[in-house]
T-cell receptor, first 115, second 112 residues
Framework: EAGVTQFPSHSVIEKGQTVTLRCDPI?????LYWYRRVMGKEIKFLLH????????ESGMPNNRFLAERTGGTYSTLKVQPAELEDSGVYFC?????????????FGPGTRLLVL | GQQLNQSPQSMFIQEGEDVSMNCTSS?????WLWYKQEPGEGPVLLIA?????ELTSNGRLTAQFGITRKDSFLNISASIPSDVGIYFC????????????FGTGTRLTVIP
């Protein structure tokens, strides 16, 4: 069974440009999460989809970030316009069930560098 | 938001030594998890803990869910070179949200 995949693996863009990250969860997983790790800091939650609905987007930093999950399958995270502080590793995770014993499976991440 | 303090930040140890790392939170969690991240990969779940006081092993790894529900530790016995990586603790709050709160990670280097 394929794991969580993310595309691209790396992205280098200039400040002010737009970048779209994609996540394909494990097939059949209704829950999809986006997290971000800024250099040297903790991995921080961004948002949570259940199927195509946003269950919790309390971690989204500002309105330059837009996440979608049309059809409840893959998800995209768009940053427009990108700023220097958006640099970091963006992880996607998916799970089949929620509490109490949910296991979130993480993708390899997209390493974003904004110059 | 929730704060998880993970220590140490980094460790350099000789192959065969035991390793211990821990995490404390500013509030109560009902789940503690330990993940390992290797270069170019995402975090992989090592051990999950769901009850205060729970002690769980996975091979050479042992982790415990603290009685206060605000802390957890991970021990690795008889380290080997492939233990190299970044270890993250993570917790799930009692508030009802499903998202995980992560520590800042412990970077482990094993010297053969």
């Amino acid at each position: 069974e394929a794991g969580v995949t993310q595309f691209p693996s790396h992205s280098v863009i200039e400040k002010g440009q737009t970048v779209t990250l994609r996540c394909d969860p494990i097939s059949g997983h209704d829950n999809l999460y986006w997290y971000r790790r800024v250099m040297g800091k903790e991995i921080k939650f961004l948002l949570h989809f259940v199927k195509e609905s946003k269950q919790d987007e309390s971690g989204m930093p500002n309105n330059r970030f837009l996440a979608e999950r049309t059809g409840g399958t893959y998800s995209t995270l768009k940053v427009q316009p990108a700023e220097l502080e958006d640099s970091g590793v963006y992880f996607c995770a998916s799970s089949a069930i929620t509490r109490p014993r949910e296991t979130q499976y993480f993708g390899p991440g997209t390493r974003l560098l904004v110059l | 938001g929730q704060q998880l303090n993970q220590s140490p930040q980094s460790m350099f140890i000789q192959e065969g030594e035991d390793v211990s790392m821990n995490c404390t939170s500013s509030s109560i969690f009902n789940t503690w998890l330990w993940y390992k991240q290797e270069p170019g990969e995402g975090p992989v779940l090592l051990i999950a803990l769901y009850k205060a006081g729970e002690l769980t092993s996975n091979g050479r790894l042992t982790a415990q869910f603290g009685i206060t529900r605000k802390d957890s530790f991970l021990n690795i016995s008889a380290s080997i070179p492939s233990d190299v990586g970044i270890y993250f603790c993570a917790g799930r709050s009692v508030t009802g949200a499903n998202n995980l709160f992560f520590g800042t990670g412990t970077r482990l280097t094993v010297i053969p």
